[in-house]
C-alpha cells in the first residue's frame, strides 16, 4: 500500500520567514510529486511538481526532491499571511498525506 | 463555466435516501476522479475514468456507484449510506490519462451529511 508521511501538527511562522514542509513516501518507484494548497473550505490547488531529484523553484517556492531517501520538501520564502493554509503532499494521484496546516503571524 | 464544477455543493441525506452527486469539467480533460476527504484522514482515492472507462476502483462499498457518461460528465450515485460516509467528496480532473503523471485540477467539493 503506497503511504505519504506528513509530519504532524500545525506549523506557525512570522511573517516574511522560511516555513518548510516535509514529506516522505513508501512507494520507491514513484514518479511524480505534487504539493497543493488547500485554504479552509476550499478545494486543493496546485503549488509544485517535481519529477527529478533537486530542487525546483517558483517564486516564493521551491520543492526538493530525494528519491533514494524518499523524501519531498516544500519551502515557503518571505511568508505572508495568505500562505496560511494545510498544504498537502502527493505522490502521484493515488496517495496524499493527511497535511500540514501552515499559520503565518502578521 | 470554467474548470471543474460540483454539485450540490452541501447534501444531507438519511440513511436510506437516494441522492447523486454531479461534476462536470470544462477543460476538455480526458480522466476524471473521485476523492474522499474526511477530517484529520488523507485524501482517498475512489474512482477513476479515463476516457470514459473506469480505470481504478479501491475498494469502495457498492453503497457508491460512479457513472461517466462522456468525457465531460461524472455522477457519483449514493444509496443507503452510513454516517461514517459523511464527508467532502471532491471530484478532479486532469488533462492527460489516468495513467499520466500530471496535475490534478479539482473541484470545489460536495459537502455530504449522512443522518
Known amino acids: 500500500q503506497k503511504e505519504v508521511e506528513q509530519n504532524s501538527g500545525p506549523l506557525s511562522v512570522p511573517e516574511g520567514a522560511i516555513a518548510s514542509l516535509n514529506c516522505t513516501y513508501s512507494?520507491?518507484?514513484?514518479?511524480?510529486f505534487f504539493w497543493y494548497r488547500q485554504y479552509s473550505g476550499k478545494s486543493p490547488e496546485l503549488i509544485m511538481s517535481?519529477?527529478?531529484?533537486g530542487d525546483k523553484e517558483d517564486g516564493r517556492f521551491t520543492a526538493q526532491l530525494n528519491k533514494a531517501s524518499q523524501y519531498v520538501s516544500l519551502l515557503i520564502r518571505d511568508s505572508q499571511p495568505s500562505d496560511s493554509a494545510t498544504y498537502l503532499c502527493?505522490?502521484?494521484?493515488?496517495?496524499f498525506g493527511k497535511g500540514n496546516q501552515v499559520v503565518v503571524i502578521p | 463555466e470554467t474548470g471543474v464544477t460540483q454539485t450540490p455543493r452541501h447534501l444531507v441525506m438519511g440513511m436510506t435516501n437516494k441522492k447523486s452527486l454531479k461534476c462536470e469539467q470544462h477543460?476538455?480533460?480526458?480522466?476524471m476522479y473521485w476523492y474522499k476527504q474526511s477530517a484529520k484522514k488523507p485524501l482517498e482515492l475512489m474512482f477513476v475514468?479515463?476516457?470514459?472507462?473506469?480505470?481504478e476502483n479501491n475498494s469502495v462499498p457498492s453503497r457508491f456507484s460512479p457513472e461517466c457518461p462522456n468525457s465531460s460528465h461524472l455522477f457519483l450515485h449514493l444509496h443507503t449510506l452510513q454516517p461514517e460516509d459523511s464527508a467532502l467528496y471532491l471530484c478532479?480532473?486532469?488533462?492527460?490519462?489516468?495513467?499520466?503523471?500530471?496535475?490534478?485540477?479539482f473541484g470545489e467539493g460536495s459537502r455530504l451529511t449522512v443522518l
Open positions: 478532479a480532473s486532469s488533462q492527460d490519462r489516468a495513467s499520466g503523471t500530471g496535475e490534478l485540477f
Open positions: 512507494d520507491r518507484g514513484s514518479q511524480s
Open positions: 517535481i519529477y527529478s531529484n
Open positions: 502527493a505522490v502521484s494521484r493515488l496517495a
Open positions: 477543460l476538455g480533460h480526458n480522466a
Open positions: 475514468y479515463s476516457l470514459e472507462e473506469r480505470v
